[in-house]
């Protein structure tokens, strides 16, 4: 499937934020909506679950002005992807490198596939910009979110590890021939994020610490 869509560019901010920390590009590829109603037919919810948590993020963690803040970091300018390559060809060369630990949050709304690296521990700015509820830009049109990655296998996986719009275990199949469709040769596969997921960042702060911690002997 040929290219049709755009990379976002840093603002003033986010290129302060990249010489401190590194440069994340938010990736949107335009789908034909009714290719993605085929596969995807139904909207989620943002914090489906009224609980008090989800209540905290809707309304404070992810509030309208904290998602504008954040996307403060990208500038209004985009740099159009090449209508020459193919999103297979694209999504393989981020995975060039091999490392099984790169993961890309990303999100299906009604006409796009839009997509961010997951950055590291240190990098909190492009944490909130790489969030499901950040990147949709709290639309009300999402059909999928999760992650997705290349194992250390070289196979192409992903999973629906998005706590804002909790897709089901039963839409895995379906986001899987999605990509699939647009992206045949990568032959993605897919698996629940209660197998799959990434170590928490609080749990990984965590790890990280414990690591450096001197052995008492």
């Not at 049709?4 to 010489?19: D, I, N, R, W």
């Not at 994340?24 to 335009?30: D, F, P």
């Not at 954040?70 to 393989?92: A, H, I, K």
């Not at 596969?189 to 990280?208: D, E, N």
Request: with cysteine; charged share 20%; glycine share 4%.
């Amino acid at each position: 499937m040929e290219i049709a869509g755009y990379k976002s560019l840093p603002s003033h901010f986010g290129q302060l934020t990249e010489s401190i920390f590194d440069s994340y590009s938010i990736y949107t590829l335009i789908i034909p909506s009714d290719i993605i109603d085929k596969y995807l037919p139904n909207k989620l919810r943002a914090f489906a679950s009224h609980t008090l948590k989800n209540l905290a993020k809707c309304y404070f963690f992810y509030s309208k002005p904290i998602i504008y803040a954040s996307r403060s970091q990208v500038s209004g300018y985009t740099e159009p992807l090449s209508y020459s390559t193919s999103l297979g060809d694209l999504v393989e060369d981020l995975f060039s490198k091999n490392n099984p630990k790169l993961r890309y949050n990303f999100l299906v709304s009604d006409n796009c596939l839009i997509f961010s690296r997951i950055p590291r521990i240190r990098h909190v700015t492009y944490h909130l910009l790489c969030k499901h509820i950040t990147l949709s830009n709290r639309s009300t049109d999402v059909r999928f979110a999760g992650e997705f990655w290349r194992d250390e296998f070289n196979n192409f996986q992903l999973n629906n590890n998005s706590g804002t719009y909790r897709p089901s275990d039963t839409l895995i199949e379906q986001a899987i021939k999605l990509f699939n469709h647009c992206m045949p040769k990568l032959k993605f596969q897919g698996i629940s994020f209660q197998i799959s997921a990434l170590p928490s960042t609080r749990r990984r702060v965590i790890i990280k610490i414990k690591r450096k911690r001197p052995i008492i002997t």
